[in-house]
């Protein structure tokens, strides 16, 4: 359906592992060439005070990327669970639940500021299943129904990951299901996503 999140192209997570389609995170000062002006050395002092110092931006990525490495073993475990032992091993990427994981919001788009402490990451689901949750050393995972999804927080650090799928949409989609996820927080997760995949096309 036109405008849908699409499904990630490397496997099932974007080669970049930046999330769905927004394409590589860009951090780092603006720029200059030649002569600077009384305006330009504005911009960078501005920028210099509101741009994360480097250990803050290395915490965030680093939660991040450890999420992200956790929801792709996640989503290879459900996947071999489902395959069984009888079917062969390319047959098993037509059983995964999970399809990709992509950031949103600042963190998508590469804004993230110096006090900036909270991101937003989304999970694509073929169907609407459970939140899943990854096994992450050294961070605390709190189940969040509610919001559905889970937080994953390392103190000051915290990011926060919903579910959605494009058949949330579809009438019926969360009856008969014990504890069902927010389908109002789902629909919002799918409008980020589309915000993101915008925002990506346009930088």
């Given amino acids: 359906e036109e405008g849908e999140p699409q499904?990630?192209?490397?496997?099932?997570?974007?080669?970049?592992?930046?999330?769905?389609?927004?394409?590589?995170?860009?951090?780092?000062?603006?720029?200059?060439?030649g002569k600077m002006t009384l305006d330009d050395h504005y911009v960078i002092t501005k920028h210099k005070n509101i741009y994360p110092k480097?250990?803050?931006?290395?915490?965030?990525?680093?939660?991040?990327?450890?999420l992200e490495e956790g929801l792709r073993s996640v989503s290879d475990e459900l996947a071999e669970a489902k395959r069984g032992d009888k079917e062969e091993e390319e047959d098993k990427e037509k059983h995964r639940d999970i399809m990709g994981v992509a950031r949103v919001g600042d963190l998508a788009k590469g804004l993230i500021l110096s006090s900036d402490v909270v991101v937003d990451i989304v999970i694509i689901s073929q169907a609407r299943v459970g939140a899943p949750s990854?096994?992450?050393?050294?961070?605390?995972?709190?189940?969040?129904?509610?919001?559905?999804?889970?937080?994953?927080?390392?103190?000051?650090?915290?990011?926060?990951?919903?579910?959605?799928?494009?058949?949330?949409?579809?009438?019926?989609?969360?009856?008969?299901?014990?504890?069902?996820?927010?389908?109002?927080?789902?629909?919002?997760?799918?409008?980020?996503?589309?915000?993101?995949?915008?925002f990506g096309s346009m930088a």
């Fill in 7 to 33: 499904e990630a192209t490397d496997g099932i997570f974007p080669s970049t592992m930046g999330g769905g389609g927004s394409g590589p995170m860009s951090y780092g000062p603006p720029g200059f060439k």
């Fill in 134 to 198: 990854p096994k992450l050393e050294d961070y605390e995972l709190t189940e969040r129904l509610e919001e559905a999804g889970f937080h994953v927080s390392s103190p000051p650090l915290l990011a926060r990951v919903c579910l959605t799928s494009s058949k949330v949409k579809e009438e019926g989609a969360f009856e008969g299901l014990e504890d069902p996820l927010s389908k109002e927080k789902t629909l919002e997760a799918l409008t980020e996503l589309k915000r993101s995949n915008w």
């Fill in 54 to 66: 480097e250990d803050e931006l290395d915490g965030i990525l680093k939660l991040v990327t450890k």
